[in-house]
């Protein structure tokens, strides 16, 4: 059975696209077939974070009003076996697409593959309708910041609306530093207002920016923290049960020993 | 100790703890702003279950969400106010 999951935040800036691209290669890496679809029409993103900018050829646009067929529009990761990205127009809008187009896509895409992610645009308007259309599952993604969770619970509340039960919660960029000193809203806070079940916390991690700048996902990346979120969100996608990583170990090898020798970090 | 400074007051309340009030605050309006629609639908389903026991005047018919205290008193929680006049019972209901 194939999955089409909705990674959504309502607010713009919180890890949509991040999130759709590690856990998709993190799903491809553990043997599955996967297909990352960016419905960000006019401001497509998920093909740089991924690496592919310069593959693109036709695009979803394309596949929806028959120019193409579906597998001339599908670019395959070389890197990781079974993953591939639909990627969005740039010189058109959101409504170029309709909910209905997006079911039908989905659904042909079920055919193909195991997951179907769908790296939802910002906002609440057609992009949302759209990306949300063909969904079994969704993945909302938050920060610890009013401004993220407000537009969250919004997002929750519209998901639920139109019958896409049991959203997860991904809190991302978690500063435990900041958590410790109580200027940062902590997990159990942030779970406390949404009331939603949680997937997973990526920390703040300097790696993602690396990883991102040289579009290879970090959840490729052993060393990463962030890296090792997402390996970990990934294996509670495929329904294993993960502990939640101890955020603390965070710090770097030159802020442990400034610790040791009671400097304050800067 | 933390506790104990903020209890005298010496220590500021910190700024998370500030987030989540506002947050807790902007969302109970936040979630009960719903759509004049949905407040249709959610109208008519009454009345067509209503009707099934009673006449009602349906033009005087008021439903709204509101905001109420829980029955612990301690929070604010979201409330629908329905108030519906009623005409007379149908013999179904007796």
Do not use: W
């Amino acid at each position: 059975m194939s999955e089409v999951i909705v990674i959504t935040s309502g607010k713009g800036g919180v890890g949509k696209t991040t999130t759709t691209a590690n856990i998709g290669t993190g799903l491809a890496l553990l043997g599955k077939k996967v297909v990352l679809v960016d419905t960000d029409i006019g401001l497509r993103n998920l093909d740089v974070v991924m690496g592919l900018e310069n593959r693109i050829v036709y695009d979803l646009v394309d596949v929806v009003e028959g120019a193409c067929r579906l597998k001339q529009a599908l670019i395959k990761d070389k890197r990781y076996d079974g993953l591939y990205l639909l990627p969005a127009a740039q010189t058109r809008d959101k409504n170029a697409v309709t909910p209905a187009q997006m079911v039908k896509l989905c659904d042909e895409l079920r055919n193909e593959f195991d997951f179907i992610l769908i790296d939802c645009p910002a906002g609440i308007e057609q992009g949302f309708k759209n990306a949300i259309a063909g969904a079994d599952k969704s993945i909302v993604v938050t920060t610890p910041e009013v401004s993220a969770v407000r537009d969250a619970d919004r997002i929750i509340g519209l998901l639920e609306a139109n019958e896409i039960r049991n959203p997860k919660l991904l809190i991302n960029r978690v500063r435990q530093d900041m958590v410790k000193r109580g200027d940062m809203m902590s997990i159990d806070d942030i779970i406390d207002i949404l009331a939603i079940e949680l997937i997973g916390v990526v920390p703040d991690d300097e790696n993602i920016i690396i990883s991102t700048n040289r579009g290879e996902p970090a959840v490729t990346d052993q060393k990463s923290l962030a890296g090792q979120a997402y390996r970990n969100i990934t294996k509670r996608v495929l329904g294993e049960n993960v502990p939640l990583m101890d955020l603390n170990v965070s710090e770097g090898l030159l802020a442990k020993m400034k610790k040791l020798f009671g400097i304050k970090p800067a | 100790m933390m506790d104990l400074l903020k209890l005298l007051g010496l220590k500021k309340q910190s700024s998370k703890d500030v987030a989540k009030e506002r947050l807790k605050l902007v969302l109970i309006h936040d979630r009960s702003n719903v759509s004049p629609q949905f407040l249709e639908m959610v109208k008519s389903e009454i009345i067509k279950v209503i009707q099934n026991y009673m006449e009602i005047d349906e033009d005087s018919l008021d439903i709204q969400l509101t905001k109420t205290n829980s029955e612990d008193g301690e929070r604010v929680v979201p409330a629908l106010v329905a108030n519906i006049p009623i005409k007379g019972m149908k013999n179904a209901g007796r």
